[in-house]
């Protein structure tokens, strides 16, 4: 079977989930919690912009992929928040774990609705075709976007 972009997909999601595990068992205020977190904001970061772009904006194209693509565009917003705030927090102090089991749960809520629903929808809405296309266009999008995010 050729590389679809669910393939793409589910394999930053694994990336997100075990990084997301090691920063909240991270220790405070120390550089490996200031580390994870940075690279797990690019990660979120590189992935919602690559998925927008080539599962989303192909969605949105079909009357049966709309209300699922609000839906993950409000999610994904909620999340830019969840991390704004996180950023601003004290990586040593209590507010800041409080802060990023909200950002964990949210973003776990989120994959998993995405696995289990959006990408079925999709399913249905692209063609096999274009489901490989869209795999290369993601990969070489999450890429170059990591490569924006680090240069920052
Ligand atoms: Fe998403
Ligand atoms: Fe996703």
Redesign the pocket.
Known sequence: MADTIYDA?RE??EIQRSLLRKLLRSKPGTRERIDLFTQTRRELEA?EAA?ERFLYAPMLMDDMGLSSTRHALHEHHEIDELVEDLQGLDPAGEAWIDKAKELSHEVHHH?RE?EKKFFQVSGKVLSQTQKVQLAKKYRNDYARMHRVLAAE
């Open positions: 997909l930053s999601h992935h998925e994959l995405e």
